[in-house]
């Protein structure tokens, strides 16, 4: 398994913008996938970005155009750049490795993963 770090979580004014930073135990170079999820009290779990190996990407529909994931792979540090947050944002978020996932499955939800950090909480108010 993979131990995983989360940082940058805050409460910010609808508009505003936001870095989450996820440290890694392991190179990420050597995880096939990685991405970032959202909980809020009493839904489901939400997938928000997933980042494969080899570069492909995905979003939820509800962040596209807003948030942008990334890595540092010298540092081992997944990012999430979040901008123009909206309080539908609010949520505990967090970050999850799929190391030996398929890149095919990289953006299949949350059933493909099986390291997750512990969450950093992000509020965005109206």
């Known amino acids: 398994q993979v131990q995983l770090v989360e940082s940058g979580g805050d409460s910010v004014q609808a508009g505003g913008s936001l870095r989450l930073s996820c440290e890694s135990s392991?190179?990420?170079?050597?995880?096939?996938?990685m991405g970032w999820f959202r909980r809020v009290p009493g839904k489901e779990r939400e997938g928000v970005a997933t980042?494969?190996?080899?570069?492909?990407?995905t979003y939820a529909d509800s962040v596209q155009g807003r948030f942008k994931i990334s890595k540092d792979n010298a540092k081992n540090i997944l990012y999430l750049q979040m901008d123009s947050l909206k309080p539908d944002d609010t949520a505990v978020y967090y970050c999850?490795?799929?190391?030996?996932?398929?890149?095919?499955?990289?953006?299949?939800?949350?059933?493909?993963?099986?390291?997750w950090g512990q969450g950093t909480q992000v509020t965005v108010s109206s």
């Open positions: 980042l494969a190996n080899i570069g492909s990407v």
């Open positions: 999850a490795a799929a190391p030996e996932t398929r890149w095919l499955d990289c953006g299949g939800g949350d059933r493909h993963y099986n390291s």
């Open positions: 392991r190179n990420l170079d050597s995880i096939n996938c």
